[in-house]
Structure formats: structure tokens, C-alpha cells
């Protein structure tokens, strides 16, 4: 039997191993401001890989999008919109803020969302958008830029699974007021868990760094609500280590997206996943679905790909807002959202990580074809 594909893989090597063993003989792990030699380093190398003044490490991108929320003093009574085709730690924060989350359709060709369904949703106690790059292709932002700056609504940046993507020349993270990375185990990269704010606004960086910290202004002063977001040092030497990996990594995600793409191309059967001129994926995860499909169907041929050792997955086969939890709280119900329930009904993922070479990839196809008939 062949061995298991994994979805994803982390790339770990001498680098990252020799980095944490560094932190782990200088006895310092972490630091009480959040703020270690480490953590330094890498927030500025990571900066500057994006193009923004500031990178505000944290512990996760759950704590990166809950700090950009508090850092915007978003509070009980606001509304924030977002997709529901996403994972739920983009929407926990914001009942972390006591506010509510008001979920929004997607581009059924990009699956990211749209920025005319978050403009009919634009309610008078709406301060945030939450824009998520889905699987790595970044949205159409200048409609949604455009759109945030006549309304006064701030844009936060859901890069989770973006790290390196492009939009018309800038790296997402870096178009809206904060960026939201997140570095656990499934990402381009990553430190394990953890995660990063972006910004070019020197008040919200400062806000960041507070919030990390329990809302200090100074040791044992808080002046505002933060939590312990800290990332430990040996967590950013292993982020230090990985970045510098990035682009090599980006690029073979590319090439096996594109290996995948001629493998697949033939059928008529099947929607594979594009870019357009002016935005580059940092393909997370590669995502197609089977024309006429339903979620049975998907379910099945997934199933039998996973029975050919192919992690194949489903991200995400229940949309957010038909979630117990949502829907409980909310109300929300199926047929409000037509394109994320679609593609909740059709999509699936296959490996495409740094590890795989032709004759991986040529598996995963031609057992795909077999099994989607």
C-alpha cells in the first residue's frame, strides 16, 4: 500500500531544527512583553516581506484576527461582515468582541467574497469587513477598498492562507488597515501555532502590541481589554527559518498547480481553479469540484480518494452560517447565502505541498479521473 499524501506538510529541515536548538541553549523561551530578540526579527523580517511598516507577532491567527478586532475598539452592538464560506476562527472573534458577525455571499469563480453581497449587507452598525483570501487566491479588493472608504468602514485582511499572494503588484496583508496571518500546522509556513498582524498605522501596531500583553501600557499598567497573544522565541526562530523558505516553497506550489492543471485539463467535467492577471495564488490548497455534482457525489469520491491513501478534503462543507451555534444564535437558515451553499455542495481539495514531485501528483490525477468517471 502507498504511503499516506498528506493535504499538507510542513517543510522542515536542519534550518528550523538548528534555530530552535539556538533558543533552547540560550534558556530565554519567551519573553514577558511578547517582544524577545527573536520575535523582534522575525516581525521585522516578516514586514518587510509583506511591505508594511509594522508585523505584530502573536500566538495564532485566531488571537491575529481578535487583536486586529480590540485594536479597533470593536465592541458589543457592532456588526462585522463576513463570508460564511471560511473557517469558524474568522468569525470566534468576533463574538470574542461581543459583536456580531454578518455573513456574506461569495464569487461562486473564486470563492472569495463578493464585494457587491457585502455591500447590500452594509448595516447602520457596521465597522468591519472581514475580507479572507480563500485557499490563496486574494479577493477582488479595490471594489471592497472603494466601497469601505465611502462607507468609514475599516477592512481587516483574512491572509491566513495567503502568505506571498498578490494583488496588482502588492502582497496581500498590506491593502486594508491590518493583515491577519496565521502560522499553524496547514499553512505555506509555519512556527506550529502562531500568528500576524500587519499594519502601516503606527496607532493600531502600538494597540497590537498592547493587546498581546494583556492590555499593558507598561509592565503591570493596563489601560485596555488584551489577553496573553505572546509567541514564544522558539516559535519565531522556526518563523525566521521558514520565511526565508517562502518563496522557494511558493514557487513549487506553483509549479505543482500547474503539473496538476495539465493532468486535469481534458475533462470537461470539472471546474479547476484559475488566477487572472492581476492575482497571484499562493496556492494553501488546490480546489475543484465535479460539474452537476452533488455533495453526495463529492462525499463519495472523496471517500474513495482517501482510500487510496490521497487525503482529500472538504474545506468547507458546512458554510458558518448554517453552524449550530449561528444558527441558534441568529437564525440564520439554508438558502440565504445561494453561492456559498453551492460551493459548500461541490468543492474539494487535493495535495499540492512542497514535497510532492510528478509522479505523486500523477497519482492523485489519474486516480481522480478513475473515480469521478
Known amino acids: 500500500?502507498?504511503?499516506?499524501?498528506?493535504?499538507?506538510?510542513?517543510?522542515?529541515?536542519?534550518?528550523?531544527?538548528?534555530?530552535?536548538?539556538?533558543?533552547?541553549?540560550?534558556?530565554?523561551?519567551?519573553?514577558?512583553?511578547?517582544?524577545?530578540?527573536?520575535v523582534l526579527e522575525f516581525e521585522r523580517i516578516f514586514a518587510s516581506f509583506i511591505g508594511v511598516k509594522h508585523a505584530v507577532a502573536v500566538s495564532s491567527g485566531t488571537a491575529a484576527l481578535h487583536a486586529a478586532l480590540l485594536a479597533c475598539d470593536v465592541k458589543p452592538g457592532d456588526e462585522v461582515l463576513i463570508p460564511s464560506f471560511t473557517i469558524a476562527g474568522t468569525a470566534t472573534p468576533v463574538l470574542l468582541c461581543g459583536a456580531r458577525p454578518t455573513f456574506c455571499d461569495i464569487d461562486p469563480a473564486t470563492y472569495c467574497v463578493s464585494s457587491d453581497a457585502m455591500e447590500n449587507a452594509i448595516g447602520r452598525k457596521t465597522r468591519v469587513m472581514f475580507v479572507v483570501h480563500t485557499y490563496g487566491l486574494p479577493?477582488?479588493?479595490?471594489?471592497?477598498?472603494?466601497?469601505?472608504?465611502?462607507?468609514?468602514?475599516?477592512?481587516?485582511?483574512?491572509?491566513?492562507?495567503?502568505?506571498?499572494?498578490?494583488?496588482?503588484?502588492?502582497?496581500?496583508?498590506?491593502?486594508?488597515?491590518?493583515?491577519?496571518?496565521?502560522f499553524s500546522f496547514g499553512r505555506n509556513m509555519t512556527t506550529g501555532e502562531g500568528g500576524m498582524v500587519t499594519t502601516n498605522d503606527d496607532e493600531l501596531a502600538n494597540a497590537l502590541r498592547s493587546i498581546r500583553t494583556h492590555g499593558e501600557e507598561r509592565?503591570?499598567?493596563?489601560?485596555?481589554?488584551?489577553?496573553?497573544?505572546?509567541?514564544?522565541?522558539?516559535?519565531?526562530?522556526?518563523?525566521?527559518?521558514?520565511?526565508?523558505k517562502l518563496p522557494a516553497n511558493l514557487q513549487r506550489r506553483r509549479e505543482n498547480?500547474?503539473?496538476?492543471?495539465?493532468?486535469?485539463?481534458?475533462?470537461?467535467?470539472?471546474?479547476?481553479p484559475t488566477e487572472t492577471e492581476d492575482r497571484v495564488h499562493s496556492w494553501n490548497m488546490y480546489t475543484l469540484s465535479v460539474k452537476g455534482a452533488n455533495a453526495g457525489k463529492?462525499?463519495?469520491?472523496?471517500?474513495?480518494?482517501?482510500?487510496?491513501?490521497?487525503?482529500?478534503?472538504?474545506?468547507?462543507e458546512t458554510p458558518l452560517h448554517l453552524l449550530p451555534l449561528y444558527r441558534d444564535m441568529?437564525?440564520?437558515?439554508?438558502?440565504?447565502?445561494?453561492?456559498?451553499?453551492?460551493?459548500?455542495?461541490?468543492?474539494?481539495?487535493?495535495?499540492?505541498?512542497?514535497?510532492?514531485?510528478?509522479?505523486?501528483?500523477?497519482?492523485?490525477a489519474d486516480n481522480f479521473k478513475k473515480i469521478a468517471g
Open 298 to 316: 463529492r462525499n463519495k469520491i472523496v471517500d474513495r480518494l482517501r482510500n487510496k491513501n490521497i487525503e482529500a478534503e472538504i474545506y468547507y
Open 139 to 182: 479577493c477582488d479588493m479595490d471594489p471592497i477598498l472603494e466601497l469601505a472608504r465611502r462607507r468609514g468602514i475599516t477592512v481587516i485582511e483574512d491572509a491566513c492562507q495567503a502568505h506571498g499572494a498578490i494583488y496588482k503588484k502588492r502582497k496581500v496583508g498590506s491593502l486594508g488597515e491590518l493583515g491577519c496571518f496565521s
Open 257 to 272: 498547480a500547474e503539473f496538476m492543471r495539465t493532468q486535469l485539463t481534458s475533462s470537461d467535467k470539472l471546474e479547476l
Open 1 to 38: 500500500m502507498r504511503d499516506l499524501i498528506r493535504i499538507n506538510e510542513p517543510q522542515i529541515g536542519r534550518e528550523e531544527i538548528e534555530a530552535v536548538t539556538t533558543v533552547l541553549k540560550s534558556g530565554v523561551l519567551s519573553n514577558k512583553t511578547g517582544a524577545g530578540s527573536k
Open 330 to 364: 441568529f437564525g440564520s437558515s439554508r438558502g440565504m447565502l445561494p453561492e456559498t451553499e453551492r460551493a459548500a455542495r461541490k468543492v474539494m481539495q487535493f495535495p499540492i505541498h512542497p514535497s510532492l514531485g510528478n509522479e505523486e501528483l500523477s497519482y492523485i
Open 219 to 244: 509592565p503591570y499598567w493596563i489601560t485596555r481589554l488584551g489577553s496573553n497573544y505572546r509567541m514564544t522565541e522558539v516559535a519565531a526562530a522556526i518563523g525566521t527559518a521558514q520565511l526565508a
